[in-house]
């Protein structure tokens, strides 16, 4: 009776530690490695920002302007942009995987409005993951067409 009840006690550990790994409790004692996530809460945050690739204006009018990028990884769209030398305008924030509604996109686009003709912008796009920094995009530049 007694080897019985030590053989369900071992296994009810092993079963409990696997459980505890699983949910990432042990993995700051267990270093196995990183995978670069925090567990808050029972959400998983990615903490390395995404990274962006392929910027551009796809479209200009006198009054707007259409910005596409894609990201490594499910993300955040954002534009920040203004008139050349300065920043001062944001886009919202959309696909944002942090506000629980989404899971973020790959593929990203935002149109910028409020422009004036034949003036030079400055712009520049803004992603991150549910737990990272912004990732931020080289500072990029589009002249409107003149009315």
Not at 93 to 100: A, E, F, L, R
Not at 113 to 131: C, F, M
Request: aromatic residues 10%.
């Amino acid at each position: 009776m007694l080897i019985f009840l030590l053989i369900l006690l071992i296994a009810g550990l092993a079963g409990f530690g696997y459980w505890a790994y699983t949910q990432g409790y042990l993995k700051s004692i267990i270093k196995f490695g990183s995978d670069n996530t925090t567990k808050t809460s029972g959400v998983t945050k990615d903490t390395v920002p995404p990274t962006i690739i392929k910027v551009e204006v796809t479209s200009k009018a006198i009054k707007e302007a259409g910005i596409v990028w894609k990201t490594d990884k499910p993300s955040s769209s954002q534009v920040e942009w203004g008139p050349k030398g300065s920043f001062g305008n944001k886009s919202e924030i959309t696909d944002d995987p942090s506000s629980g509604t989404t899971i973020g996109a790959v593929d990203h686009g935002v149109i910028i409005k409020g422009l004036t003709a034949n003036t030079e912008y400055q712009y520049r796009v803004l992603s991150h993951t549910n737990g990272s920094a912004d990732a931020v995009s080289a500072t990029n530049y589009f002249t409107t067409p003149s009315e």
